[in-house]
C-alpha cells in the first residue's frame, strides 16, 4: 500500500486530557499536513509543517516532524468533546502531485 | 456557501453500469483532486488536474476510469462497468498556489458515496 501509516488506530481519552497520535510515512517528503474528518464537516486541514521544520503549533495542536524517522506526530491539548473525528496525515514529495495520506487515528473525547 | 460542491451525494447501482460524478471546486482554484476512500483507510489518490491539465493519475486507476475537466472548472469523474469493489466515498478536493511556498491547502468536498449493488 502506498500510503503512510498512524497510530494509534484508535484513542478514548477523557475532556481536557492530551491526546498524541503518530504518523510514519515511506518516501522523503516536501511537507506533511495533518487532516480531520467527521460526519458533520467532512475532511478539514488542520496544520502544515515542511521537511525543514521540526516544530509547529497552532492553538491546541502541536506538531513535530523528525525526518530521519520519517515519522511526525500531533499533539491535540486539553481535548474537547468536539474533537471527538479521525486524524490523518498527508505527505507531499518532490516531483509529484501526489498526497499520500495515512490510515489514521480515531479520536473520541469522553464528556 | 463558496466551498467545494460534489453531485450527487449519494449513488447507487448495479454491477455492470456506468457511473459519473461531477465536482464543482472553490472558484478560481486552479487545482483539482479526486480521491477514493474506504471504510476505515485514508483517502487515496486517484488523479490530479491544474486547470484542465491532467498532471498525474494513480497505478491504482484501472482503464474504467477516467476524469475530465474540460474548461478547468467543474470535473467529472466516470467509472464504466461498475464493480462491487467501486464501492467507496469518492472526494474531491481543491487547492490554489499560494505566493512563494510549495505547498497548497486542499479544500475537500463532502463526497459522493458510491454503492454497486
Known amino acids: ?111 | 456557501d463558496t466551498g467545494v460542491s460534489q453531485d450527487p451525494r449519494h449513488k447507487i447501482t448495479k454491477r455492470g453500469q456506468n457511473v459519473t460524478f461531477r465536482c464543482d471546486p472553490i472558484s478560481e482554484h486552479n487545482r483539482l483532486y479526486w480521491y477514493r476512500q474506504t471504510l476505515g483507510q485514508g483517502p487515496e489518490f486517484l488523479t490530479y488536474f491544474q486547470n484542465e491539465a491532467q498532471l498525474e493519475k494513480s497505478r491504482l486507476l484501472s482503464d474504467r476510469f477516467s476524469a475530465e475537466r474540460p474548461k478547468g472548472s467543474f470535473s467529472t469523474l466516470e467509472i464504466q462497468r461498475t464493480e462491487q469493489g467501486d464501492s467507496a466515498m469518492y472526494l474531491c478536493a481543491s487547492s490554489s498556489p499560494v505566493m512563494g511556498q510549495d505547498f497548497w491547502e486542499q479544500y475537500f468536498g463532502p463526497g459522493t458515496r458510491l454503492t454497486v449493488t
Open chain 1, 1 to 111: 500500500s502506498q500510503q503512510g501509516e498512524e497510530d494509534p488506530q484508535a484513542l478514548s481519552i477523557q475532556e481536557g486530557e492530551n491526546a498524541t497520535m503518530n504518523c510514519s510515512y515511506k518516501t522523503s517528503i516536501n511537507n506533511l499536513q495533518w487532516y480531520r474528518q467527521n460526519s458533520g464537516r467532512g475532511l478539514v486541514h488542520l496544520i502544515l509543517i515542511r521537511s525543514n521544520e521540526r516544530e509547529k503549533h497552532s492553538g491546541r495542536l502541536r506538531v513535530t516532524l523528525d525526518t530521519s524517522k520519517k515519522s511526525s506526530s500531533l499533539l491535540i491539548t486539553a481535548s474537547r468533546a468536539a474533537d471527538t473525528a479521525s486524524y490523518f496525515c498527508a505527505s507531499t514529495s518532490s516531483g509529484t502531485y501526489k498526497y499520500i495520506f495515512g490510515t489514521g487515528t480515531r479520536l473520541k473525547v469522553l464528556a
